[in-house]
Nanobody, 118 residues
């Protein structure tokens, strides 16, 4: 069983930056593909970014490409999401997920709120 805990959310002005962290415990972190998703009020959860087990490949939603960067530190059992040039439409609860198969997520964190004001 893997436990995931997100942190780093908050309130930021448009154009600002935040770095989210997701700390994992209870499993072999380097065995898991990791991803970030977000859910705004009244909307479905959507994919933001993902990264392969050793961090060699990463993928992004078109809406965040060029502004967000996903990374991981397998020594610290942590995945990060660096978010730059934030926009009001990035406001959402952000969740990290972990899965043993690419594109499939078996474990989820509790989420961290990001609010971008204009």
């Amino acid at each position: 069983q893997v436990q995931l805990v997100e942190s780093g959310g908050g309130l930021v002005l448009a154009g600002g930056s935040l770095r989210l962290s997701c700390a994992a415990s209870g499993g072999t972190f380097s065995s898991y593909y990791m991803g970030w998703f977000r859910q705004a009020p009244g909307k479905e959860r959507e994919f933001v970014a993902s990264i392969t087990r050793r961090g060699g490949l990463s993928y992004y939603a078109d809406s965040v490409k060029g502004r967000f960067t996903i990374s991981r530190d397998n020594g610290k059992n942590t995945v990060y999401l660096q978010m730059n040039n934030l926009k009001p439409e990035d406001t959402a609860a952000y969740y990290c997920g972990a899965g043993l198969r690419q594109g499939y997520y078996d474990y989820w964190g509790q989420g961290t709120q990001v609010t971008v004001s204009s």
